[in-house]
Nanobody
Framework: QVQLVESGGGLVQAGGSLRLSCTAARGTLAIYALDWFRQAPGKERELVAR????????TYADSVKGRFTISRDNAKNTMYLQMNSLKSEDTAVYYC????????WGQGTQVTVSS
């Protein structure tokens, strides 16, 4: 079983940057494809970005293309989301998700972008 822990959220002004991390407190991430999702108040959870197990294939939601970068370091058992040029509409709780034979979710980290 995998236990995911997100970190790096916080309050930032519009136009600023944050880097989120997702680490496996238990288990290994290396065998899983990984995703970042987000959920804003009153909205459904949406996919932000995903990366395959090797890190060579990535996809992004249209709303974050060119601003966010997903990456992973399997040796460190960690996935990242570099978020640049943040907008108020990026405000949400961000979750990491591991996809494989089973699915695992982290507890989420709050990102608040002030305009």
């Amino acid at each position: 079983q995998v236990q995911l822990v997100e970190s790096g959220g916080g309050l930032v002004q519009a136009g600023g940057s944050l880097r989120l991390s997702c680490t496996a407190a238990r288990g290994t991430l290396a065998i899983y494809a990984l995703d970042w999702f987000r959920q804003a108040p009153g909205k459904e959870r949406e996919l932000v970005a995903r990366i395959d197990w090797s890190g060579t294939s990535t996809t992004y939601a249209d709303s974050v293309k060119g601003r966010f970068t997903i990456s992973r370091d399997n040796a460190k058992n960690t996935m990242y989301l570099q978020m640049n040029s943040l907008k108020s509409e990026d405000t949400a709780v961000y979750y990491c998700h591991a996809r494989g034979g089973n699915d695992y979710w982290g507890q989420g980290t709050q990102v608040t972008v002030s305009s």
